[in-house]
């Protein structure tokens, strides 16, 4: 006779088979997006690559289409690789599709749970996007900024007369000055300043970790639980790690905040709740410290390094650019935010940085929260939907030569007019309800650091020590985030007389 633990096994086999079965069947009863065939169990997890996984997308998108099927263990994924399918799936049935997946390892483990990638769907995220709302997007707020703004600038204006090769400090400075007095109420004029390292440590942990959402323990939440000596829970490690320096960041500017009167996003909020919120009120209201100073950081200065990078790449553009500036706003003042819209060629080339390598390649994932159906094909609850934005930037229909950077494409001509262009800002940014808050504030900073760039400087190759040009190749940094490889180049004022002007900027 068998034994009590024989037919213990017996019977596990017997419903691991039905469970298989089961799952089998009701996968075949759907009618999904076509996609490369998986392997039993994993999936499609042993074809991702780890970096620049946004180019092998739109390289399967080739093949399978815009709506692409893919599977991670038991998760669905839906890659949706053209405008029409995102604005389809992600705008028009937002109400549906505009919650996250898990982010265990990101939210959970490393600290980030107050991130808005990492808020559900539903009233915690109104509470967020509305705190946002207040802090950097109305029209009163936005007015109230630009003071801060072309202060900032001038810092910026300063250090690259000084020290010009060294730009991209100069860029993450400009941006910083801004958030940190807009979220905690302080002003720095250094990045060795204890608020700028330490945020700098925190983004860099978060950053490394990779793109949130695809780590095994996302996809088995059980194993936050192995303990961090555990041979093979390496993960567990790294996100102890990472957390350290996450919760120092968040903790130090909450509590910087709660010393200071100076208005600001964070004592704002705080009052609210007369200075004593609820703890999980506490874990979001730290959260800005991602959503305002960490996104902003991240993705401002991405832009603007990437601004550099294609203006000595393209002369002929900067050239054009300069030409435009001088015609419109001269040589006698510095230009505002009143010259927006008569700089349409600027505003062009400002567009063409977005599209031609956009900081958030792959957005962040949605989740949708009930069965749907898209052209035909079944979209089950609980699909990872990732918006490729990086294909979409390279759809040929838009961008003829998606290669090529020209801003040309974006200004009208005899055959096409302002509305029939697909302008990169109104996809790079995000979709439905989960578009990023801070656009306009972040647009407008970028605008106003490109513009006086252009106006006062010249930016050219530079020259190796044997006397040769170097032209910087265009090479990014792969991650959640993309951003240049560091590179050279030579930042001139273009007269004496600018060299004059930038003197006598105010400290």
Request: with cysteine; glycine share 6%; hydrophobic share 40%.
């Amino acid at each position: 006779m068998a034994s009590t633990e024989s037919w213990e096994m017996i019977g596990t086999a017997l419903l691991v088979v039905v469970v298989v079965s089961v799952w089998r069947a009701s996968r075949e009863r759907r009618k999904l997006p076509p996609g490369p065939k998986g392997l039993p169990f994993v999936g499609n997890l042993w074809d991702m690559p780890n970096k620049l996984l946004e180019r092998t997308l739109y390289e399967w998108g080739k093949i399978h289409g815009d709506v692409m099927y893919l599977r991670l263990f038991s998760t669905s994924v839906i890659v949706l690789s053209s405008i029409e399918a995102a604005r389809d799936i992600l705008d028009k049935r937002s109400a549906w599709n505009s919650d996250r997946p898990p982010f265990v390892f990101f939210g959970e483990m490393v600290g980030q749970a107050g991130a808005l990638p990492c808020v559900r769907y539903g009233g915690r995220l109104r509470k967020v996007r509305q705190w946002l709302y207040d802090g950097v997007k109305s029209h009163e707020k936005l007015q109230s900024y630009q003071e801060l703004q072309h202060r900032a600038v001038g810092i910026l204006l300063r250090n690259l007369l000084q020290t010009p090769d060294q730009f991209m400090d100069h860029i993450h400075l400009y941006v910083a000055v801004i958030l940190t007095e807009v979220l905690y109420g302080k002003k720095v004029h250094s990045l060795d300043h204890e608020l700028v390292r330490v945020a700098e440590r925190g983004i860099d942990e978060s950053n490394n970790t990779g793109t949130p959402g695809g780590r095994l323990v996302d996809f088995f939440p059980i194993l936050k639980h192995v303990p961090a000596w555990f041979p093979f829970a390496h993960f567990k490690r790294e996100a102890i790690a990472a957390r350290h320096h996450v919760d120092a960041w968040l903790s130090v500017g909450y509590n910087l905040a709660l010393g200071t009167v100076q208005p600001c996003m964070l004592v704002s909020v705080l009052s609210q709740y007369g200075g004593k919120p609820t703890a999980i009120d506490e874990v979001d209201i730290k959260g800005l410290a991602t959503n305002v100073y960490g996104a902003g950081v991240e993705t401002s200065r991405s832009v603007l390094q990437m601004f550099i990078l294609h203006m000595t790449r393209n002369p002929h553009v900067f050239r054009k650019a300069q030409e435009e500036m001088d015609r419109v706003v001269g040589v006698d003042r510095f230009p505002d935010f009143g010259d927006r819209d008569s700089l349409p060629y600027l505003k062009a080339t400002l567009e063409e940085v977005y599209r031609w390598n956009p900081p958030l390649p792959m957005a962040v994932p949605h989740r949708t929260m009930m069965d749907d159906q898209y052209r035909g094909f079944d979209i089950p609850e609980g699909s990872m939907l990732i918006p490729n934005v990086w294909a979409m930037s390279r759809d040929a229909r838009y961008y003829p030569n998606p290669e090529q950077f020209s801003p040309e494409r974006y200004l009208p001509t005899e055959v096409k007019d302002k509305e029939s262009v697909l302008l990169p800002s109104s996809f790079v940014f995000g979709f439905g309800r989960r578009v990023c808050p801070g656009q306009p504030f972040a647009q407008a900073s970028i605008w106003l650091a490109v513009a006086n760039i252009v106006a006062l400087f010249d930016i050219n190759k530079a020259t190796d020590k044997d006397g040769n040009v170097v032209t910087p190749p265009a090479e990014f940094i792969s991650g959640f985030t993309s951003h240049p490889v560091p590179f050279v180049c030579q930042i001139q004022p273009r007269s004496q007389k600018i060299v004059d002007i930038i003197n006598q900027l105010d400290a």
